[in-house]
């Protein structure tokens, strides 16, 4: 069974460029996550989708960041215009959560290493 | 909202030896807690977790962790560490019932292995 892809897996751009990264969650997994993980530190979430639903976007920064998970499956996370701050690694993860909930199992991409110039 | 402390950002061992990597969450009810290993240039995989029962857990690769409701810890351990065991780890914890899929992560703890 393949895992989470992502794409493209290192980005060089120049400030003020846009940037998207791709995500393609496990097959059948409902639930999808963008994280962002800076040097040296664990991963902040930036929006979590139930389906084609964002149900938690509080922590991305929406004057820049956009997301969209079209019918329900892949994702494309944007920056626009890229500032010199968001170099980081941005990782996709997705999990099931059925009628009982979810049990906290997510799975990781290798995530979308960017640096801004 | 939940929280997660690592108190050790680094923890060097000798191959062979023990180790623990402590990890603290802020208190509530009830909680899911787990351990991630990011092993380098690599996502995140689950090591373990705890959602309820035997407070022991065992995960892969030798780990295990101690849910201390008192303490509000849950510690990971090995009795005895590999060099493949180099890696990054984070303990993470997230609210049972409807917001169970927002899971909150610790800062970290870089594990190096000395031969």
């Known amino acids: 069974e393949a895992g989470v892809v992502q794409s493209p897996r290192y980005k060089i751009i120049e400030k003020k460029q846009p940037v998207a990264f791709w995500c393609n969650p496990i097959s059948g997994h409902n639930t999808l996550y963008w994280y962002l993980q800076n040097l040296g530190q664990g991963p902040e979430l930036l929006i979590r989708?139930?389906?084609?639903?964002?149900?938690?976007d509080s922590q991305l920064p929406k004057d820049r960041f956009s997301a969209e998970r079209l019918k329900g499956v892949d994702s494309t996370l944007k920056i626009q215009p890229a500032e010199l701050g968001d170099s980081a690694v941005y990782l996709c993860?997705?999990?099931?959560?059925?009628?009982?909930?979810?049990?906290?199992?997510?799975?990781f991409g290798e995530g979308s290493r960017l640096t801004v110039l | 909202a939940q929280s997660v402390t690592q108190l050790d950002s680094q923890v060097p061992v000798f191959e062979e030896a023990p180790v623990e990597l402590r990890c603290n969450y802020s208190?509530?009810?009830?909680?899911?807690l787990f351990w991630y290993v990011q092993y380098p240039n690599q996502g995140l995989q689950l090591l373990l977790k705890y959602l309820s029962g035997s407070t022991l857990v065992k995960g892969i690769n030798g780990f295990e962790a101690e849910f201390n409701k008192s303490q509000t810890s849950f510690h990971l351990r090995k009795p005895s560490v590999h060099i493949s065991d180099t890696a990054e780890y984070f303990c993470?914890?997230?609210?049972?019932?409807?917001?169970?899929?927002?899971?909150?992560f610790g800062s970290g703890t870089r594990l190096s292995i000395r031969p």
């Open positions: 993470a914890v997230s609210d049972p019932g409807s917001s169970a899929s927002k899971i909150i």
């Open positions: 989708y139930e389906n084609e639903e964002a149900v938690d």
């Open positions: 993860a997705s999990s099931y959560r059925g009628l009982a909930g979810n049990t906290g199992e997510l799975f």
């Open positions: 208190s509530s009810v009830s909680v899911y």
